[in-house]
């Protein structure tokens, strides 16, 4: 954001960095796999962010994640209030399996959709905790309630300007005023003490007074032992999310649900603790409450703001708290598994090959899944903030991923490939990469000294995948895209549909064209399925089929134990014609399971 | 990458390290060195970013292994591990920005504490396009900056002056101090391009010959390794490591 000339608080005298630099993150010889799984349960930890917690690496399967005898249930029911009341059959279908195979610990259960349970293949992903802890808290207020129509509202939304952050001193200090006031959503962040940490958009003297009058609601909350969460007014939707002596505050006035907001507040907050760990940021406040957090998160605004940004625009992904993957043959993503587990070198934890922001191989050890929050982290860091993908050459970054341990870094090592042209070369680092392109090969290690071997696994990745054609079958992959919805069945009134596979924790959907290719129209369909994800997902809501029709879309929600499946179709659509698309798409992606999901993933 | 270098001329390998504060422009500095490209607002480097580049000398060929590092404190830390073994640093301050400075002297005491004894360390003025003209080629012209309507160099960044002179650190300071230090040093313009090869050249011609032992394969030798079975794979490269940390010779796996 600030360029090359950013600003170093000059209220930080450089001298003193010899002698006193920032607590130093835990070396990582401390970081061995063993430490890390059993520092993880330790349940006396300052309270933190509920699906951490409980999300945890010790959760070597979902059957652990879903379950609420745990040692630590109490602790997860103080912090989200509402998350055991979720819908009570989806709750029994998990629990059912809980036992079931609750005395394999060491591997991890998956089961595909359409109830045919398998349970020798492996989820790659513990995920489900996000969602249910997110998604099952308060709905209460009446964002959603006035009538299948409140979807329309939206025309008048000036998203072109949204994302522009023009300069107090050009435009002056009420233009400013008004351009901050006319942004339709904003996240704030600030520290216990009242300093202003992060904001999206307005500079400090613009934000200063909110952020005055913020502290001092919340706060004043504090004082009656009480905990603001969210509240509503002239249609605007405020979320605070407390955390560490950190207020995460977001306000929108786009149609979410608190708990949809509240979940990418919970992003932004792991983002942080990404960057510094969360013993790191609990030391920095107890040793000085009024530590000014900017200058350790330095540099890291961008990745805050493209989180934001993303948040913003409305991402499938963080709606369903989910991942999508690229869509390859079976055979193809064997070819790249094997050759990844072939390449392996002992210090990798996971590897990963990611084409275009979707996932299309992992290899992991059998006892850690990956937490879809922290892909979401990766991901933000690699495909949409810049500072990795415009630097060229390779990555050496230390983070810590606290979907799997909050308290160390690991080390992530990231080499872009160049897809173009028929021989796959490596990339020549000037050109700009667009995101949908570029394919990044990313190998994580908890040794610190790591980069060599993973280097040397990386080049021989790339010969590999040359050799085996398997960088050209992701190059075409790639290049032709997400099938459009006529695509996929013949004639359907389907216009666009997302399909979440809960066992697996990722999700399918098709391309935005023919019908969705503005920012604005995304954004008006995003509204829609959060809409409709807020419905199926309402505290106590029982509804597991919610068909709703208005002046612009027909639409249909559909949750089941083994998924959830989201459609839109166009507004006259009969509800028959609407329930054939949808049965033809179970149909198909039954069929096609294998290939738009990772199944297992590979393992060692 | 690999080292295919047809040219008869005996090729060697020099790791080197950019350090220095945050937003001086290390990462433009070699974004302009390895692809002659320039990008205006610059997102910070998160870590480290790893890039190669060669130059041809008259002699040989020298195939730099850059680390660009990051400059915001959290990562101070992890610096050792990249200037460990380097042959060679370019520690970078920005020409407008006095505490850059301040910070590019620790790093260059650090780096004689602590780095490789032979290190050639090279000190960079970054940002001279901010810089009025005079002031760039006249050692004393900074103090004075008496042609004030001079607007040359525009500072699209930089905190505007009163003159189109952005420039805080005169080049006399800097120089004496690099003298005094036994380093080389250099006033650059990532944007425009000003001396930035002649940087990474003068390194080249600074490397002491008996450094240079032919070319070691570790980091460009992917096909190489390739070949080799994955489980070797694995330990050669830790075999490179531990050698590597001994003594800077030619294991080389060509």
Request: net charge negative; glycine share 6%; aromatic share 8%.
């Amino acid at each position: 954001m600030d360029g090359n000339n950013a600003k170093a608080s000059p209220s930080t005298p450089p001298w003193s960095e010899e002698a006193e630099r920032p607590p130093l993150p835990p070396r990582p010889s401390e970081l061995n796999l063993m430490q890390l799984t059993t520092s993880t349960s330790n349940a006396s930890r300052p309270p933190t962010r509920a699906g951490l917690v409980s999300g945890a690496t010790t959760a070597v399967s979902m059957a652990d994640v879903n379950s609420y005898n745990r040692p630590d249930g109490s602790k997860e029911l103080r912090v989200t209030p509402s998350r055991v009341s979720s819908s009570p059959s989806i709750r029994a279908a998990t629990s059912n399996k809980t036992s079931e195979i609750g005395e394999d610990n060491s591997s991890i259960r998956s089961y595909a959709p359409f109830g045919r349970y398998i349970q020798d293949t492996e989820s790659i992903f513990d995920g489900e905790v996000q969602e249910d802890q997110g998604l099952s808290s308060s709905f209460s207020d009446g964002m959603f309630e006035d009538g299948p129509d409140s979807f329309d509202d939206e025309e008048d939304v000036d998203f072109d300007k949204e994302f522009d952050d023009p300069d107090d001193k050009i435009v002056g200090e009420e233009m400013a005023h008004n351009v901050w006031k006319s942004k339709r959503k904003h996240f704030i962040i600030l520290s216990a003490a009242g300093k202003p940490i992060y904001t999206r958009h307005g500079s400090d003297a613009v934000i200063s007074a909110y952020v005055g009058i913020i502290q001092t609601i919340i706060s004043s909350y504090l004082d009656w032992d009480d905990q603001l969460r969210s509240f509503r007014a002239g249609g605007v939707l405020f979320a605070v999310l407390s955390q560490s002596n950190l207020f995460l505050v977001g306000i929108t006035s786009l149609p979410e649900s608190e708990a949809q907001l509240r979940v990418q507040l919970e992003a932004l907050y792991m983002q942080i603790l990404s960057t510094l760990t969360l013993p790191t940021l609990t030391h920095l406040f107890s040793v000085r409450p009024s530590t000014d957090l900017r200058r350790p998160l330095e540099g890291t605004e961008v990745l805050l703001s493209s989180l934001a940004d993303t948040f913003t625009r409305g991402s499938p992904s963080t709606l369903l708290s989910a991942l999508e993957c690229l869509k390859i043959r079976k055979s193809h993503r064997n070819v790249i598994n094997t050759t990844m587990i072939r390449a392996r070198v002992d210090d990798l934890l996971y590897g990963l090959i990611v084409a275009g922001g979707r996932l299309v191989s992992v290899i992991r050890p059998k006892k850690h899944s990956l937490h879809p929050g922290d892909l979401q982290l990766i991901f933000n860091m690699i495909f949409e903030a810049e500072g990795i993908k415009a630097g060229g050459g390779d990555s050496w970054v230390p983070i810590c991923l606290p979907g799997f341990n909050n308290t160390g870094y690991l080390y992530m090592y990231v080499s872009f490939l160049d897809m173009r042209g028929d021989q796959a070369r490596e990339m020549a680092e000037n050109e700009r990469i667009a995101k949908e392109d570029s394919v990044a090969i990313i190998l994580l290690s908890a040794n610190k000294e790591g980069f060599e071997d993973l280097h040397s696994m990386k080049n021989y990745l790339v010969h590999e995948f040359r050799r085996n054609q398997s960088l050209r079958i992701i190059h075409a992959a790639v290049q032709a895209g997400r099938p459009a919805p006529t695509d996929i069945i013949a004639g359907t009134v389907l216009r666009h549909f997302l399909y979440k596979s809960k066992g697996n924790v990722q999700f399918f959907m098709p391309s935005y064209s023919p019908n969705f290719e503005t920012l604005k129209q995304r954004r008006r369909l995003m509204s829609l399925y959060h809409h409709l994800h807020a419905s199926v997902h309402a505290k106590h809501a029982a509804v597991k089929v919610h068909h709703s029709v208005g002046t612009s879309a027909t639409a249909l929600a559909w949750v089941t134990p083994m998924f959830e499946l989201y459609c839109v179709a166009s507004p006259s659509t009969s509800r028959n014609a609407l329930a054939q698309s949808v049965n033809k798409v179970l149909q198909w992606v039954q069929r096609e399971e294998e290939r738009i999901f990772i199944i297992g993933g590979a393992v060692f | 990458m690999a080292d295919q270098s047809s040219a008869p001329k005996p090729s060697s390998s020099v790791k080197l390290v950019l350090l220095g504060e945050a937003a001086v422009g290390k990462s433009s500095l070699v974004l302009r060195f390895v692809n002659n490209d320039f990008q205006e607002n610059k997102e910070p480097t998160i870590g480290a970013a790893f890039l190669t580049q060669k130059i041809s000398l008259p002699s040989r060929i020298i195939k730099f292994e850059i680390w660009d590092t990051a400059g915001q404190e959290r990562f101070a830390s992890l610096a050792p591990m990249y200037y460990r073994n380097a042959q060679a640093a370019l520690v970078v301050y920005d020409l407008t920005k006095p505490t850059s400075l301040i910070k590019a002297r620790h790093w260059v005491a650090e780096l004689q504490r602590q780095a490789s004894p032979g290190i050639v360390i090279a000190l960079v003025g970054n940002k001279l396009d901010l810089c009025a003209e005079s002031s760039g080629d006249n050692d004393s012209a900074a103090d004075s900056p008496a042609d004030a309507e001079e607007g040359g160099a525009e500072p699209g960044e930089a905190e505007p002056t009163d003159n189109g002179d952005a420039r805080k650190i005169s080049t006399r300071e800097a120089k004496s101090y690099a003298e005094e230090e036994g380093l080389l040093f250099f006033e650059t313009s990532a944007k425009t391009g000003t001396n930035v090869a002649d940087v990474f050249s003068a390194i080249a011609n600074a490397i002491p010959e008996t450094s240079l032992k032919g070319s070691r394969g570790a980091a460009g030798g992917g096909t190489q390794a390739a070949l080799s079975g994955a489980a070797n794979r694995a330990d050669e490269a830790r075999v490179n490591l531990a050698d590597r940390a001994k003594q800077k010779s030619d294991n080389c796996a060509c």
